[in-house]
């Protein structure tokens, strides 16, 4: 693909998991969205959740060689925990915005640091859904296919 989705631990409950904090749409609903658009800008867009940390750091290694030119990611608790993550993103060098439908600096101290921000091109976060829809309009600017 030239745009991969990545969705860490949990995201595949949205929609159930505390939709006060995390909103009603599901993981199905956002996937569907973001490759129906990117679609429309001439773009294929790859979607990944796992819950396994492991499995994340396979996927981001794998995207060196599949044609992937940039990464959306919401890490989820990983955001907090991962190195392993952060270290594959930055092995592979392709570049990443960080995505969180909530905005982790409102909530707990412990989700007010990112192992992701620094090396990321930047950060959305707060918005809910469309979090991950601004994400993709900026990746989509950034490799010159911006929709109308
Ligand atoms: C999250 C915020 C994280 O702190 C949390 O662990 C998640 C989801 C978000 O999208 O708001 O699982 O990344």
Redesign the pocket.
Same mark, same amino acid.
């Given at each position: 693909p030239s745009i991969l989705v990545l969705h860490? *631990? /949990? @995201?595949n409950l949205l929609g159930s998991r505390e939709p006060g904090i995390?909103g009603h749409a599901t993981l199905a609903d956002i996937d569907e969205q973001l490759r129906t658009r990117a679609e429309q800008a001439g773009i294929v867009l790859e979607t990944f959740q796992t819950n396994h940390e492991g499995a994340m750091v396979d996927r981001i290694q794998a995207a060196r060689a599949d044609g992937t030119a940039f990464i959306i990611a /919401? *890490?989820? %608790?990983f955001? #907090?925990t991962s190195v392993a993550m952060r270290d594959a993103l930055a092995a592979v060098g392709i570049p990443y915005i960080e995505? #969180? @439908?909530?905005n *982790?600096h409102s $909530?707990e101290p412990f $989700?007010h640091t990112s192992y992701f921000s620094d090396l990321a091109v930047g950060t959305i %976060?707060g918005f809910g859904a469309d979090s991950y829809r601004y994400a993709l309009d900026a990746a989509l600017n950034r490799l010159g296919s911006a929709p109308d």
């Open positions: 860490g *631990p /949990n @995201l995390y /919401n *890490p989820a %608790a955001t #907090h995505v #969180h @439908l909530s *982790p $909530r $989700r %976060a």
